[in-house]
Every structure is written in structure tokens, then in C-alpha cells.
């Protein structure tokens, strides 16, 4: 026969269980809720990026939000207002979404070797943010990047080598006491970080129509790093 402590043991346990569980779908169906104009509105850059964290950490965690993704197709179908827009390398350990557990409809996403802006991708970011009201503009870098030790040996290949180029300046202005090539792993480390930054200044320099969204409080625009052997991003200040 159960004793009354056992049986005030289970009930309660079962109670916890079920605020856990209620505390849990109340966070998933938050994260699966496709932004809309309203929403975007009423959110701020910092809990934006506040957003874009609590994502990392159910990745690193192991707990991604299982979204409907077909019930967010039909919701975005008529329109879109994404939160964030993340500016990224093409390496297909980094991909934004699923880096930040986000779905469809929640953030715009430019990709290039090696994370740079120019001309065609800050006026995307200008649709992103001046046209279509995302509030934070992320820069993410990663470790090992391939763009980066290509722009560190100087390599030469095709286009590639134009677009390398891109990434000179942060090689440049990046010191070291070791070998300035890419068997220095913190030389690498230390010139993606450095290219995550020039990235955020020539995007404030770049842009009067974004620097005058910044200067309203209406928009952040970070740097992060990514770890491609952890899966965390570690934010730049
Ligand atoms: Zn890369």
C-alpha cells in the first residue's frame, strides 16, 4: 500500500512534470510563432540577440525546437518580417539556422567566404533592416575558416582570388609574434576574429541609412565568433 508521504511524493513529481512540460511547449510553440510585422515591432535589438542566444544554447544543449515547418510555409506566405539578419561564411558547418535554432521566417542570411560585406551585400542588409525592419545585424565568423587561411597564404585561384582580397585588409592589420601563415592556428583564430570586426565598423561606415537606425536605437549590429568543434558562439564585444 502507498503511504501518504509516497503518494505526496508522486503527486508533486507529477505536478513538476507537468509545469515542466507546460514551461517547455510554451517555449517551443514561442519559438515556432512566425514573426510578424506586430511581433518585430515590439521586440528590441536586445531581445533580439537575446533570441539569437537562447537558440545557440538549445543547439549546444542539445534541445532544437522541433517547429512544423510546412505550418510556418503557409504562415510566411504572404509576407515576412524576419528579426535578425546574419552575415556568414559559406562553410557548411556554419549555417545561421540551424546555428541559432531559428526557422522560417525568422532571420535573413548573407553568405560568402569569409564573412565581408560589399556594395551587393549591405544593400541587402539595407532591405533587411531600413525596408524590412530586422533589428540586429550579426556578423558571425567561425574557427578553421578555410576563406580565411586561403587569404592568409595568399592563394590563388580563379575568382576565388578576388574575393579573397576581401579579406586581405584583416590579415593585414592582424599581428602576431609566430609564423604569418595558416599552420599558425592562433594566427588564424586572431585574423577571423579581426575580419569579424572590420566587417561591424565598414558596415556602420558603409551605411548612413543603417548608422542612422543604430544611432535610433532601432538596430544593433554585433560581431560572434563560431566553434566548429563545439557548436557555441562566443559574442564580441
Ligand atoms: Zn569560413
Do not use: F, M, P, Q
Given at each position: 500500500m502507498l503511504s501518504r508521504r509516497m503518494f505526496c511524493g508522486c503527486a508533486s513529481a507529477a505536478v513538476w512534470s507537468g509545469l515542466v512540460a507546460t514551461r517547455a511547449e510554451a517555449a517551443e510553440s514561442a519559438a515556432c510563432a512566425v514573426p510578424t510585422r506586430e511581433s518585430q515591432h515590439a521586440k528590441t535589438p536586445a531581445d533580439v540577440l537575446a533570441r539569437l542566444k537562447a537558440g545557440n544554447e538549445r543547439l549546444v544543449t542539445g534541445n532544437i525546437v522541433q517547429c512544423d515547418l510546412m505550418q510556418q510555409v503557409k504562415g510566411t506566405a504572404s509576407g515576412q518580417a524576419p528579426l535578425a539578419a546574419i552575415v556568414g561564411?559559406?562553410?557548411?558547418?556554419?549555417p545561421p539556422e540551424l546555428v541559432f535554432d531559428q526557422k522560417i521566417g525568422d532571420i535573413f542570411c548573407a553568405r560568402v567566404a569569409g564573412n565581408f560585406v560589399n556594395t551587393d551585400i549591405i544593400g541587402s542588409l539595407e532591405f533587411a533592416t531600413?525596408?524590412?525592419?530586422?533589428r540586429a545585424i550579426v556578423v558571425l565568423g567561425h574557427s578553421s575558416c578555410g576563406a580565411i587561411k586561403g587569404a592568409i597564404d595568399n592563394a590563388k585561384l580563379g575568382n576565388l582570388t578576388a574575393t579573397l582580397a576581401n579579406i586581405r585588409p584583416a590579415v593585414k592589420a592582424t599581428k602576431t609574434s609566430?609564423?604569418?601563415?595558416?599552420?599558425n592556428t592562433a594566427f588564424v583564430e586572431a585574423v577571423a576574429e579581426k575580419n569579424v570586426r572590420m566587417t561591424v565598423a565598414a558596415l556602420n561606415e558603409r551605411s548612413p541609412a543603417m548608422r542612422k537606425l543604430v544611432a535610433a536605437g532601432d538596430l544593433k549590429i554585433v560581431g560572434a565568433m563560431h566553434d566548429i568543434a563545439t557548436g557555441k558562439v562566443t559574442w564580441l564585444s
Open positions: 561564411c559559406i562553410d557548411s558547418r556554419v531600413v525596408l524590412s525592419g530586422a609566430g609564423e604569418r601563415n595558416s599552420k
